[in-house]
């Protein structure tokens, strides 16, 4: 039996949001968010403009989307009454592209987004931004780096979008589980689960490492919600607070097989605290009467699809 990509319950919360009469268009649908929002998508009857750096073929669960190259001029005849931008460069391009040609591709992409937003056509936007853009509430100020300017600026572009009728979310994200991640070597989560395949979990963090965990198709379900509902404003990422030791650990309890040896570097020094206060998240969850995964749930899910 396949592996569920996304749960029904976000399936279900996207279906009740979006009217089926919508035209929206997803930047970014190659990627991990992007590709995670096609698939909750992938019944839905409104019609739906796939956007990716190139053309291709895009099969995501039993469908496959044709992706079309970014053309401004085919957005702008598409029509769109709702954008859905996950068109982002992740930080490991800076030092494939080096700092200036980063820097600049990322204010092409913000200046892409700003004009597409502002079509006529356009009443709703929803844009991801990163825990990076802020300081860390609860623990000690990160180096923010053109990362986190980048997406200060999506920020404060979103905030300049905001109309009476056009509301803006902007999905502040900081850690998530999914699926549909491209790069399981690059997240711990998933690191994790790759790991209890060859039998043993490593966790090197030299200190205590705390996160809030919540699956991409939940969150990107609820930021939805909320955007249709008219609700402009931001949705940080949210779930118990846990300790990445205690994820390894939690990671080799489920495991479907032997259970892998897990191992740790002792923790010392300040503990750093990735993560939001959860309330954001607990309050769009709440709106909707919506119960996301549990981080168990999560852990099993990207068992069962690595």
Do not use: N
């Amino acid at each position: 039996m396949t592996p569920a990509l996304v749960r029904d319950e976000a399936t279900a919360l996207v279906a009740e949001s979006l009217w089926f009469g919508e035209r929206i268009v997803v930047l970014g649908a190659t990627g991990w968010f992007g590709s995670t929002m096609l698939a909750l998508l992938e019944r839905h009857p409104a019609t739906v403009l796939p956007v990716a750096s190139r053309a291709r073929a895009h099969r995501i669960g039993e469908r496959t989307w044709s992706v079309a190259a970014y053309d401004v001029e085919h957005v702008v005849e598409f029509a769109p009454t709702v954008v859905l931008d996950f068109a982002y460069l992740t930080r490991g391009h800076e030092s494939a592209l080096g700092t200036a040609e980063y820097a600049h591709r990322l204010d092409e992409l913000a200046r892409r987004l700003d004009r597409i937003a502002r079509l006529p056509s356009v009443r709703a936007v929803l844009t991801i931004s990163s825990g990076a853009a802020i300081a860390v509430p609860e623990g000690p100020t990160l180096p923010v780096g053109v990362y986190g300017e980048g997406k200060r600026a999506v920020e404060a572009l979103a905030a300049g979008l905001v109309e009476p009728a056009r509301s803006v979310v902007v999905a502040r994200t900081y850690s998530v589980s999914g699926t549909l991640v491209g790069q399981p070597h690059a997240y711990a989560f998933s690191h994790f689960a790759l790991q209890a395949r060859a039998g043993e979990i490593a966790v090197q963090a030299p200190t205590e490492v705390w996160r809030r965990y919540c699956g991409v198709d939940d969150y990107l379900a609820v930021c939805v919600a909320e955007l249709m509902a008219g609700r402009s404003g931001t949705v940080d990422s949210g779930g118990p607070l846990v300790e990445v030791r205690e994820i390894a650990s939690r990671v080799a309890d489920l495991y479907p097989g032997p259970r892998p040896l897990v191992t740790a570097a002792a923790a010392s020094g300040s503990a750093l605290t990735y993560a939001s206060d959860d309330s954001t998240w607990s309050a769009a969850c709440a709106h909707h009467s919506y119960r996301p995964a549990s981080l168990d749930d999560q852990i099993r899910a990207v068992q069962a699809a690595l």
